[in-house]
């Protein structure tokens, strides 16, 4: 590779340009913007360099950067990219952008919103490229001051109060994930991924844990698996989710859903599950209940929602359960005869693809409510619209390509994903993937709810004449986004070839301990 | 290194200086105050330069000075207390910057001042217990008077109640080592002498001694339940006061668990650990409930400085290599912390608002009226809540590693006082800072609340002193391998090995 | 046995040149003086006295050693370091006299001074009990006649009466205990004493005369439970006249009863600590100790009086002063000497500042003090380095005093020891008796000055005076080797 710090670049770029923001205080509005979007886009450039000269035939990490750090924890800076990371490195690359476009209007102060803005991306590009838990940890828990700070100084009317829940809540899981570490390196001595998940593979993980107890290498598991399902969020730990999405604004919200929620299934695929696949293995039956839960319980809940902001919260809640869905069901098939090989790449791969594709369709739809929202001066609610379709033809027509892709059209790229995952699932455990089709049913409904009460029908509500269509602002935002739908769900095979000797690999392994 | 003493006697000149200065105006004993406590700070980090870390105590002076009692006075050095002189330099430098609004009696401020800074040091340089003892005595008086004499709410209460604590700890230390001193025959007070005049006596006697001590020094700590005197005392305090007595004095208290107690009587040490670690425990998660109840937001920090003293005391308890280095980093880490967070409630926020009640904060956007002192206070929270990046992850990183291998039910007890502090510390910067924000205006559009409310700037001597801060808690935070290079090495030494050995079962 | 009278008064000459000096100022002030206003006759009286202490010193410093005229004096390093510390405090006196109230017969008054102090120098070194109960009266009277010097105060009367009543009694007791230690012993010689009584053993009516002699101790050092005048003669004697009770009479007293006690009745010591409590001295010592250390702690808490509150705490230092006279036997005197000498030193400082104080008005209360750092930054300074001293905050004096008295108590058997449980005590107290110092420095050093306070003008003698106290508390605080390294 070559000698320059592709990774590193990505990660700090955006903190870079934080960094300017907070040094030049007299910058003027439009300029902040400019700039901020410019240190946005960074990643996105940097992202397609990586692309390019990414091997996509190799399952390990590349473009690694290591250079010692921290000798009393035995602690390396550690980068490295592979598939999965690259995948989500590109979805961050697209969506940050677009989020800050969203928000190029009706935010006073855009200078400072630029500022924590790139401090969040940054730190959510430290999360999919770090392989060392100790500067992972800090992406980890930094992404959570930005977000905290965007939710409450520009959210809501009751901002202040989803955002205090949503940073306890995700510290209190930050605290077990914390102490789940404490407990792996007072083990093993090592805090680098690539160590730890080979020490998962072959099973001396456990074994080392269980030194002090048999009991400690199941709590340990659990306070891992705790930080990162409160991240996702997993039921029951989704309730923070619904109020702080609603409250965001808008540009926020599309980042927290799509990029945010990731961090977690990121977490599961990255650490839990290599660290921990026997735990993981015998826990997997309860989890799996767990997440079609989340699936079920959530599009169900969507569909009592009339706060459009919140139905969108909950159909996310919805969705990243399909990923842990898959995940589980794989980790309960481990170890089982050979045939289901096939099924878990399908599962996995599904579990990759609907990561991204959510974060477009969820991204997506935030803005859509986001402009309903704007243009009805506040309201969101569904029964304040009507007919918004004869008002506002493209935007409805943009809108509807969301909601298809998020309820799985074929031909669209949320069908793919979702197609894979209830394949991969079918076929490693069939129960679940057939009450996890309860959830599809209810997303279908209340998304063609929203359609019609919205976009159909007389004119009514807050779509009255005045209602315009979308400006060229919006359609920066959408178009891409929309566009990428359509393409990915013609060509998958654009995504699938990042991360399929991946999938292969992690498919091929599962037979082992 | 040799400079090392130098510190001690150049703080000690400075407050005479000062008192002197003083007479004349008092911009002349600040900039003497600024001058002496940067010069002994840089003599620091000059010593550090040239500093070979390794397991002894590296003798700086050693003189006989009571000769018929034995008692030398004896200065050295190793990597735990360069790292806490260190600390206190840069606390002492960026009490001054804080201070530098004090108008009234100057002077005899910044003697007292230097004074107490002056104690510190010579606690941190002594190798014989009795010196040491000495200058920690030395640091309690100056306490009380900078309370009562510039303090706020209820000062002369706090500060009584921070002295006669004080007092009592240090009078149980003199208790234990007079005790030990006599069952060794009158040798001396080196620490050699006073373990092998200890290992001698039975061990009932050994675990009343070790008791005394611990205990003694473990209430200027902070340890439950003998911690409150801390909350009342700093809130008490002015600004440099709690600054110093958060950031350096409290670390007083552990530094002589540390150096004193422990090497003192290893058996005793192996019958109190369990409950001192218990204790500890107990402090972290009791005083992070309490903070998260106060009204008063300085009574919040003052608790928190009783939390993250626990983590100190938790990780000299638990007595293996990293939960004592995570412990001596945590010293470090909350001295700079709490610096910060003191010195943005009692000077940046307190002497322009006059009120520290959340309640009343709410009602103001402080974070617009000062954006500067919201940051830092963001930074200091985010720091002091244990967050990555920041010096008090690593520390209670590694604290809670060694506590895990040695039981692993006090870690977990104390990862819950992690999630108790974030807690705290986000109420807190909510409700002080970032009240008024229920909606968010556009530039153009100030309500008039916003203009009728006008705080002086912060001044160019805050910001100084807040950025020096930061740069610690950040550069420690991500490189804490600056300091651990100096403290492992030194907990390889004969003395607390034999300590560290009899904590661990 | 040739009495030698050319080395009893080579032995003496110190006291010789203390009495003389008094002569002088009696004859001066008669003849040459009489026409001056009473402030100058002060003025002139105390240079004259001060000349003769300092000849007095330099007599003491060349004079001879050991025994004198066959064993009635015994000029050792406690005895000679004691004469010098009562000359050196004497001193002090006289320069607090200088700016304190004047005396209606001020030339009387410095002379009784000296008198005093005459009888204090002899008390250091007297070895024979005739010589003890002379010089002690010698003493004794002079301080009642200080302490009702001021006649225009009845509360001056008031303390003079009582002092010299409970005085008087203390005598009486001594002379009592005398007389049974000679029948017993046929002997009023202590090392003739020592002999007899390690023959014999503990007598029964050899521990009714010990207990004489210990109660008369006890009023003399203002110990529990004898202590009862020293609270009205602290408060109702003139300032410079308490300053010499609670100096250099007390570091007399406890030289003078060190030497009676330990090498007079070393073998009737008994033990504190044994099964039985045996008979002896030192369980009685142990016991009067412990009720100095708590009734001056506790009872100074509750003092509104700064002059009271003094004395309290004098009687809580005469508790663990005699910790020091009890671990004297195994560790030497020097630390109950230096103990004694640096509490005189904070003990003139302080009434000092009291004197200096009343100059310009009222110095009753505690309050009083109020905005004494406004008022005299001085006499502030000088105030916070005596009480800090006398709590025995380092590195003054007052802390070693208390660090090496405790070290040697315990190491007379450890904590289980005779001495080493109040030891303990006595560390314990003395976080209570910061509280109270810590009520007195608040209010010079933090509390603003009433309305109506004025500065306080402090004449150049007292400001040397206090300046010199202060400076050899802090002097022997750091660097404590140099008193300690006398013995």
Redesign the interface.
Known sequence: MSSVPLLSLIIFVPWAGALLLASLPRLGAPASRVLALAFSLSTLVLALAALGSFDCASTGYQFVERHGWIGALNSDYHLGLDGLSLLLVLLTGLLAPACMLASWRNIPDPRFFGLLFLLLQGAALGVFLALDFFHWFIFWELSLIPAYFLIKLWGGPRAAHAAYQFVIYTIGGSAFLLLGFVAIFAATGTLDFVRLASLGANGALGAKLATLGSFWPHAVFLGVFLGFAVKVPLFPFHTWLPPAYAEAPTGVSMFLTGVMSKMGVYGFLRLLWPLFPGPLHAASVPLVWLALGGAVLGAFAAMRQTDLKRMIAYSSVNHVSYCLLALFAVSSATGRSGLTSEAAAAALSGTLLQMFNHGLSAAALFYCVGVLETRAGGRRDLGGFGGVQTAAPVFAGLCGIAMFSSLGLPGLNGFVGEFLIFRGVWGLVPWAAAVACLGLFATAFFLITFWQRVFHGPRAGAASAEFADLGRLDLAVLSPLIALMVILGVLPQLQTMLFNPLITMWANHLNLP | MSLLPWTLYLSAAGALLALAGGMRSARTARWIALVTAAGAWVLTLLAATRFVPGPRLQTLVDA??????GVRYHLAADGISLTLLVLTGLAATAGVLFSWNIEE?TG?FFALFLTLVAGVYGVFLSADA?VL??FY??A??PK??LI??WGSTNR?YGA?KL??YS??GS?MV??GL??A???G??HGFGFEDLAQATAALSRH?QI?IFALVFFGFATLAGIFPLHTWAPTGHVAAPTAASMLLAGVVMKLGAYGCLRVALPLSPVGFAYWQAPIAWLAVIGIVYAGLVALMQEDLKFVIGYSSVSHMGFVLLGIAVANA?AV?GAVLQMFSHGVIAGLLFAVVGRMVYDRTHTRKLADLRAMPLHRLLPFAAAVF?VAG?AS?G???FSG??AE??I???A??RA?AW??VA??G??VA??FT??AI?LSF?GS???????GSDRPADHALHFAPITVAEKAGALLLVAATVLIGL???LL??WI?PALQSPLLQAALKAGTP | MNPDYAGLFLALKPETALVVGAVAVLGLDLSVFRRHAAAERLRLALWVASLAVLTAGVNVWLGPRGPAFGGVLMLDHLAVATRLGVLVLTLLTLGVARGAAVPHQPAEYVAVVLFAATGLMLMAAAQQLLLVFLSLELASLSLYVLAGFDRARPESAEAALKYFLFGGMASAFLLFGFSLIYGVTGSIELPRIAAQVSLQGADPLLMVALVMVLVAFGFKVAAAPFHLWAPDVYQGAPTPSAALIASASKLAGFTLFTRLLWPGFHAAVGNVAAPTFGPGWLPTVAVVSAASLLLGNLAALAQSSLRRLLAYSAIAHAGALLLGVMAAGRSGPAPLFYYASTYGLAAVGAFGVISAMERGGRCEYITDLAGLHRRSPLLAGCLAVFILSLAGIPPLAGFFGKFTVFAAALRLGGVAGPAGWLAILAIALSTVALYYYLIVLKQALIAAPAADARPIRVPRTTALTLVAAAGLIVWFGLDPAQLLGLF
């Open positions: 006989p000075w009571i000769p018929a009692m009696r005899e009795l003892f000495v005595e030395v309690i008086v009380y008077f009562a004499g002369e009584m002295a006669l007092f009592a009078s003199l208790a007079l005790w001193y006599a069952a025959g009158g006697q009343a990293q280095s963001v985010v809540m967050l990555p990046g992850f690593p990183l590694t809670l590693i060694g895990w291998k692993p870690a977990a990862a819950l992690v999630l974030a807690a986000l109420r909510q970032f924000v229920e909606q968010p205006q556009p530039p490189n804490p391998d651990l290079n492992n």
